[in-house]
């Protein structure tokens, strides 16, 4: 299963905190990228100005298009859009010891939910 980086800045990724969490977007001109993207890959969350790694999301729909807000209350650019969920998590217990974490200082936070990190003061 492909791999895809999916941005998140601190305001989209409050936004995103905000919201039901089921949806992740890119913008209209990503739409032919978007076309290649199929269930069951994985968007690898990447957070600009704090330069982390922040989470896994599993896409669950092909891509569809809608300008309802979600990321920005007025003009939202990420319309191309998927239906993603976080991937199961593993238990810590016998045998997982070795987990992939990729969120530095807030190692803890990340393993306990990887898509609820504290609100970055801009």
């Not at 800045?9 to 919201?19: D, I, L, V």
């Not at 269930?39 to 690898?44: P, T």
């Not at 990447?46 to 807000?69: A, C, F, H, N």
């Not at 810590?92 to 990887?114: H, I, N, T, V, Y």
Request: proline residues 8%; contains cysteine.
């Amino acid at each position: 299963m492909p791999y895809y980086t999916d941005l998140f800045a601190p305001e989209t990724y409050q936004a995103f905190g905000n919201s039901d969490r089921q949806v992740s977007g890119y913008r209209m001109s990503q739409k032919a990228m978007a076309k290649k993207i199929q269930i069951g890959d994985k968007f690898v969350c990447y957070m600009t100005k704090l330069s982390r790694w922040i989470g896994i999301l599993e896409l669950v729909s092909e891509y569809y298009t809608d300008d309802t807000p979600i990321f920005y209350p007025d003009d939202d650019p990420f319309v191309v859009r998927f239906r993603v969920r976080p991937p199961a998590r593993h238990s810590r217990q016998a045998g997982s010891s070795k987990r992939l974490s990729a969120c530095g200082s807030l190692e803890k936070q990340c393993l306990k939910d990887p898509l609820s990190l504290p609100t970055i003061p801009i």
